[in-house]
């Protein structure tokens, strides 16, 4: 198993270092390349990601043209377009030859985030696999604040702490899915930032079913579990392309719902408030880059 990883992890660096030095204008046509590559190859994946944006534009998601072929298959076409754009951006970023792509990432509303640093309760920021979305973390990283990331371990352990070394490199802590609360709870105790990616599915005891473009869809319910727990400010944060360059919006803190009573049961309603109102913000990112989500992700299973 151990000479497996070794070989994996030279093969990924023996094919992603021809793209990282190339000029940026040129990687990321390569990206887009293999993007659209990968559609056309990885059928089960198009596939899932064309019924899941059908389903959506039959209940919430307005039509969006984009090219002369079905809707649905141009979404889903440029959803892998730009995640071959954003795998070319990172691979350059990740062996310290993307700087310019980090300079031209622009920030706004970062009054929200020292406004809501001001509480020194910490902040939870809220977001999705939206545009680059790791990106937004190195960048934010680098021209904010540190900022901790709750991550899944990759089942590489030589890729894994390549990858964490890297993040650590850009004021990114990671902290990994497997026993997260406590290290949640000890970055916020300090007055810092965790950011949750709360639009995948999960376990029936990890959130609730809420309205998620106009489908059931199981969400987590840790940043409302964590919020109403800690005191944390709830800070929804997003990244999309505009033209040739990247914005991260940092938005107001959300605030979280009110009851009448504390039983058990008003306690869990207003859990499940705060977790569709939280949900929402990804919606509406949806809505208006439709493109830059990540479709080919089961998000309705189990319902």
Known sequence: MKIRWLLETALIIMFSF??????????????????LLVFYIWGSRRRIAVENIEKAMGNSLQPLAISNQPLAVSIARE??????????????????????????VE?????????????????????????????????????VDNVSVVARTQNNPYLNKLIENIRAKYGNNVIYKKGALK?????LKKNRGIGILMDQAVLKDEGYKID?????????KMPALMAR???????????????????????????????ESQSSRAVEQQLIEDTK???????????????????????????
């Open 18 to 35: 021809p793209v990282a030095v190339l000029p940026h204008n040129i990687a990321l046509k390569v990206g887009e390349f293999l993007g």
């Open 107 to 143: 920030v706004r509303g970062i009054e929200n985030y020292l406004k809501a640093k001001s509480k020194d309760k910490g902040v939870i920021f809220i977001t999705g696999h939206c545009g680059n979305w790791e990106l937004m973390a190195l960048a934010f990283g680098i021209k």
């Open 183 to 187: 290290g949640m709870l000890s970055e």
């Open 212 to 220: 998620f473009l106009g489908r059931p869809a199981w969400t987590t």
């Open 229 to 259: 727990k800690t005191g944390a400010a709830v800070v929804p944060i997003f990244i999309n392309r505009e033209r040739d360059k990247h914005v991260i919006n940092i938005y107001p803190e959300v605030a979280l719902s009110k009851a």
């Open 79 to 104: 959803t892998f377009k730009n995640l071959g754009r954003s795998f070319a951006e990172i691979i350059k970023i990740y062996y310290g030859l993307g700087k310019s792509i980090i300079d031209n």
């Open 277 to 303: 109102r939280f949900s929402g913000f990804i919606e509406d990112y949806i809505k208006e880059h439709p493109a830059e989500w990540l479709w080919i992700h089961k998000r309705w299973k189990r319902t």
